[in-house]
């Protein structure tokens, strides 16, 4: 992931922009004036949608964003344009028509399950002279840009002229171009590079039922020659994503649990348009997209995602490897916010752990058995010798910390200089602070952040030690 949180591509996206409202509220009766529920409102949000959820999801991952659209002169559309400039996206390429109507759509969510939607909005084609806008403002940038990203809603900005102009400006100016297409005729994507069409709309664009390996590649292959596109690309739900470069590769993804899969198809594209910038293969952005959708599907609404949440995502699938579960203080800071904030218990235990055995592992097993986060502070090297003397560690600092890593039970590892974790401790205030029961009726630093002490005895005759006077005394 480290080169995904140093790139800050460039991103143009041009879309039907919409605001997403929602209404939240509980239910407790029916109507007696018919027969429907009835909500009592307890919160009203407003997000970026459409096209602006493609935008948010590039903002939450760290991307610099232009936005290219119509919307109407009307409150809705001020709204929106405040909302762009909010979170930093150049909306200068915004046009306004008269007589449009901003779209916004309002949901109404009763007990985190939507119960109803009502939409303001326009439909049909934008004037041509807001084509030629939008054509006029992006011929001199277009160059700019690391990627173009059109993100089709239906509600007509992306008109077929339009849609064929920007692909062609896009490859003068040697820039790939994504589309999330809306739709069974995809031939206004001529040319682009990669479509992320969902089965079901695959299946409508080549009428070829996708049902098994063979016509999934039937169907990439016709979309891949009749949009002449670099790469082939079908989202299939829970089962991740289908490429056709020069073959079929399917890269499967695990969404531990569904709550809405509203917006799901653009944090695809963002991730997949994010990654690619960022110098990924195809190969490497299939999967990194998978690990955003299985984030963002277990979030109520049109959500975001950032890099630290995927890696996290990736970490708790067991998939990730030791580098990204050794963290630095300011990491491990934001790391137990957001784990809070989802209502994970935090447990923190520390020690030297020079040569790991058999009770480090038990002990660690029974601390993270406490609650969902175990952190595991870990002394430095000079930390070890002045605590042990001399000849300590045996194994450095960077070594200990990638074997603890490893373990399952161990979620981050945070190595600190100190003697002591105490401001490691003060920082992340856990839930829960484990120590050796060789400290039962003695002071153990950094209880006063924590809510809960607990000493775990450690595994008779395991320890390390005893494992370097064994190897000292079989080299004698």
């Given amino acids: 992931m480290k080169i995904l949180k140093e790139a800050k591509p460039n991103i143009l996206v041009v879309g039907d922009l919409m605001i997403d409202h929602y209404l939240w509220g509980s239910c407790e009766r029916i109507s007696p004036e018919a027969p429907v529920q009835v909500v009592d409102i307890t919160k009203e949000t407003t997000v970026l949608g459409g096209a602006g959820n493609v935008i948010n999801n590039l903002v939450a991952l760290g991307a610099?964003?232009?936005?290219?659209?119509?919307?109407?002169?009307?409150?809705?559309?001020?709204?929106?344009v405040e909302m762009l400039n909010k979170i930093g996206v150049d909306s200068s390429n915004v046009i306004i028509q008269n007589e449009r109507k901003t779209s916004k759509k309002s949901r109404v969510i009763a007990v985190s399950q939507q119960v109803l939607r009502y939409d303001r909005e326009s439909k049909d084609d934008i004037s041509e002279e807001s084509v030629d806008d939008i054509l006029f403002s992006l011929e001199d940038e277009i160059a700019s840009y690391d990627m173009v990203i059109l993100s089709?809603?239906?509600?007509?900005?992306?008109?077929?002229d339009l849609c064929q102009k920007i692909i062609h400006l896009s490859?003068?100016?040697?820039?790939?171009?994504?589309?999330?297409?809306?739709?069974?005729?995809?031939?206004?994507y001529k040319g682009a590079y990669l479509l992320t069409p969902n089965k079901k709309e695959a299946t409508l664009a080549t009428n070829i039922e996708i049902k098994d390996d063979k016509s999934l590649q039937e169907a990439l292959l016709k979309l891949k020659i009749e949009c002449e596109l670099g790469i082939s690309l079908i989202t299939l739900s829970e089962d991740g994503i289908a490429i056709y470069d020069e073959k079929l590769e399917k890269f499967p993804t695990v969404a531990k649990e569904v709550f809405d899969v509203t917006g799901a198809g653009d944090t695809v594209i963002a991730s997949i348009a994010f990654a690619l910038s960022a110098g990924l293969s195809i190969q490497e952005t299939a999967a990194f997209s998978n690990l955003a959708a299985g984030v963002v599907v277990g979030k109520i609404g049109s959500?975001?995602?950032?890099i630290d949440e995927i890696e996290e995502y990736e970490a708790s699938l067991h998939k990730s490897t030791s580098d990204a579960h050794i963290k630095s203080f300011s990491e491990i800071d934001s790391l137990v916010s957001r784990c809070r904030l989802n209502g994970k218990k935090v447990v923190f235990t520390n020690g030297c752990f020079d040569i790991l055995h058999v009770g480090h592992v038990k002990y660690l097993q029974i601390a993270k058995s406490f609650g969902d986060i175990l952190i595991v502070g870990l002394n430095s090297d000079e930390s070890v010798s002045r605590l042990?003397?001399?000849?300590?560690?045996?194994n450095i600092a960077e070594d200990r910390a990638y074997l603890l890593a490893a373990l399952e039970a161990v979620d981050f590892v945070v190595?600190?200089?100190?003697?002591?974790?105490?401001?490691?401790?003060?920082?992340?205030?856990?839930?829960?602070?484990?120590?050796?029961?060789?400290?039962?009726?003695?002071?153990?630093?950094?209880?006063?952040?924590?809510?809960?002490?607990?000493?775990?005895?450690?595994?008779?005759?395991?320890?390390?030690?005893?494992?370097?006077?064994?190897?000292?005394?079989?080299?004698?």
Avoid: H, W
């Avoid at 089709?152 to 077929?160: E, F, Q, S």
């Avoid at 959500?303 to 950032?306: G, H, K, N, P």
């Fill in 64 to 80: 610099t964003v232009s936005v290219s659209s119509v919307i109407g002169d009307d409150v809705n559309g001020s709204e929106l």
């Fill in 152 to 160: 089709d809603y239906g509600k007509g900005v992306l008109t077929d």
């Fill in 171 to 188: 490859k003068e100016a040697n820039v790939k171009v994504l589309v999330d297409p809306k739709g069974s005729d995809f031939s206004k």
């Fill in 303 to 306: 959500a975001t995602v950032s």
């Fill in 388 to 394: 042990k003397g001399p000849t300590r560690p045996v």
């Fill in 415 to 476: 190595p600190f200089e100190e003697d002591t974790p105490y401001e490691l401790i003060k920082m992340i205030k856990p839930d829960i602070l484990v120590k050796g029961g060789d400290y039962e009726g003695k002071e153990v630093i950094g209880t006063e952040f924590a809510c809960e002490l607990r000493l775990v005895d450690f595994v008779d005759g395991k320890s390390t030690t005893k494992t370097i006077e064994k190897i000292q005394g079989q080299t004698c």
